[in-house]
């Protein structure tokens, strides 16, 4: 059975950090490009990080590149989000999610959750004091 399962949500304080993981089963990430994605109430699922499955390469929505940190486990079919100086405004639900049409690659495209087809059921993380 295929799965992503997302984990390490959790309260934090504002200038804080979390490391969520993606982990796969059913399937090899390392396939596969990898987003992480986040929706907050009210609000469109917005893409913050992809990557690759060829050479690990990696993408950034602007917002985040200095704080959040996307690697790959590929021993452990893991995929993480490092995420670092926490702001109130980092609330919301993450999830990540898979391209099985391996037609992804890291870049503005990788930040369109139209472009994936498989997700997980997502983590919250609430940044508040």
């Known amino acids: 059975q295929v799965q992503l399962v997302e984990s390490g949500g959790d309260l934090v304080q504002p200038g804080g950090s979390l490391r969520l993981s993606c982990a796969a089963s059913?399937?090899?990430?390392?396939?596969?490009?990898i987003g992480w994605f986040r929706q907050a109430p009210g609000k469109e699922r917005e893409g913050l990080s992809c990557?690759?499955?060829?050479?690990?390469?990696?993408y950034y929505v602007d917002s985040v590149k200095d704080r959040f940190t996307i690697s790959r486990d590929d021993a452990k079919n893991t995929v993480y989000l490092q995420m670092n100086s926490l702001k109130p405004g980092d609330t919301a639900v993450y999830y990540c999610?898979?391209?099985?049409?391996?037609?992804?690659?890291?870049?503005?495209?990788?930040?369109?959750?139209?472009?994936?087809?498989?997700w997980g059921q997502g983590t919250r993380v609430t940044v508040s004091s």
């Open positions: 990557i690759s499955s060829s050479d690990g390469s990696t």
């Open positions: 059913g399937f090899t990430l390392d396939y596969y490009t």
């Open positions: 999610a898979t391209d099985f049409s391996g037609t992804v690659v890291p870049g503005s495209q990788c930040l369109s959750r139209y472009e994936y087809d498989y």
